[in-house]
């Protein structure tokens, strides 16, 4: 066990919680805010350089605390500007990040567990098997590295202004972990985005969604991907658990009461399975009761699948039927392809995956038999 290890990570606490930190080690909890604004404003993660700290908790705070972040094992650039990192983890494994420039915008794709437990059929992150949940420090800390090695500066040059929890993972499965990193990206000591920047996507864990709009005001996405629980329990197997009606209710109870905010609905369109206009028209009639958005997502292949990207006539067809039901349908442009980081094709390194698999669905009270194909 290494030193570190007996010592708190202030990357695993949000604003509350370093204020505790500091208050329960007998220091004003104001050096909670002037802590957060060195690592997350500054960059600065050694303590001797946090010189409004005073003396003595300068040299106190390296026995207890370290600022802890994942390894950078390697970044690649994709000829579209995408960039992709691999962080690695103690233990050996290892996560993907991803970074999507636009032109009015910067998005960060970032992984909440290693791995993913759910096995949706056309995912590749499903292949690698589950191993354990990311702590907050190795969610937030996904952040602080792009934005280091980005140039980003939070009052400057700000290149990430979205982030959104799509990389590996289920956030909903990790959820204390993933909303104490999501309010540190909230945070104005932290990143600062406003809440609609921040968006974390589910595969459709009603009682999380519940638990989020209680819990933190962020962006709701929601991966649907079938009009019709028949195809849904093929692609999501959680389907079987909460099927469309009650996911759609879930979205419908978090979106009311709070003006302008819609549900991302993301449909990633797969050749002769959920492509067809009868699918369009069902998903419009579905939708129309929910304040939300369409994202159509062209499936992106990876080694083993015997799925297919739709033809772009079909891709083309089901929006156009979307639109014309009064949805607001958009398909979401491939990017990174040529470095394998596109929607479901993050990896990671996984290490010893399917009795921790089957441990962690037993824990939620999932059947495996329910939730794996
Ligand atoms: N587990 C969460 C977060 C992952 S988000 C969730 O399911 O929402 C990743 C998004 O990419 C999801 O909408 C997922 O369904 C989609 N996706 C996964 N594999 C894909 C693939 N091969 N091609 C296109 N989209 C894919």
Redesign the pocket.
């Known amino acids: 066990m290494s030193a570190s290890q007996s010592k708190i990570n202030l990357l695993d606490l949000d604003h509350r919680g370093l204020r505790e930190f500091f208050a329960s080690i007998g220091e004003k909890p104001f050096r909670a805010e002037q802590v957060l604004k060195w690592i997350y404003h500054h960059g600065v993660t050694e303590f001797a350089a946090m010189t409004n700290l005073s003396q003595a908790l300068r040299a106190r705070l390296p026995e207890i605390a370290c600022v802890e972040l994942p390894r950078v094992l390697r970044e690649q650039r994709s000829a579209d500007g995408t960039v992709k990192w691999l962080f690695g983890l103690p233990g050996g494994n290892a996560i993907e990040t991803v970074f999507i420039p636009e032109p009015n915008r910067g998005t960060l794709c970032v992984s909440s567990q290693v791995g993913?437990a759910?096995n949706?059929t056309?995912?590749?992150t499903a292949t690698q098997g589950f191993n354990r949940n990311l702590g907050c420090g190795e969610i937030i800390g996904q952040v602080w590295l792009a934005a280091q090695r980005l140039g980003h500066q939070r009052n400057g040059r700000r290149l990430i202004t979205n982030v959104v929890?799509?990389?590996m993972?289920?956030?909903m499965l990790n959820f204390d972990a993933v909303v104490g990193a999501m309010s540190l990206m909230r945070d104005d000591l932290g990143f600062g985005l406003a809440s609609k920047r921040v968006t974390l996507?589910?595969?459709g864990f009603v009682p999380g969604i519940d638990r989020l709009r209680e819990t933190l005001d962020v962006a709701l996405?929601?991966?649907l991907?079938a009009p019709v629980d028949a195809i849904r329990d093929q692609l999501v197997p959680l389907n079987r658990k909460y099927p469309i009606a009650e996911l759609l209710a879930a979205c419908r109870r978090y979106v009311a009461g709070r003006r302008k905010r819609q549900v991302t609905f993301?449909y990633?369109l797969i050749d002769g399975v959920n492509d067809q206009p009868e699918h369009a028209r069902k998903l419009v009639k579905l939708l129309r009761t929910v304040p939300s958005k369409l994202n159509l997502?062209?499936?992106?292949?990876?080694p083993g699948t015997e799925y297919r990207c739709s033809p772009p006539e079909r891709i083309d067809a089901f929006q156009r039927i979307a639109m014309q039901g009064g949805l607001v349908a958009t398909v979401r442009r491939t990017r990174g392809e040529d470095i394998d980081a596109?929607?479901?094709?993050l990896v990671g390194k996984v290490m010893d995956r399917t009795r921790r698999q089957q441990r962690h669905l037993q824990k939620l009270a999932i059947e495996p038999a329910e939730a794996l194909r």
């Open positions: 993913c759910l949706c056309f995912c590749s929890m799509m990389g993972g289920e956030p996507s589910t595969a996405a929601v991966s991907h993301e990633t997502i062209p499936f992106n292949p990876f596109a929607c479901g094709q």
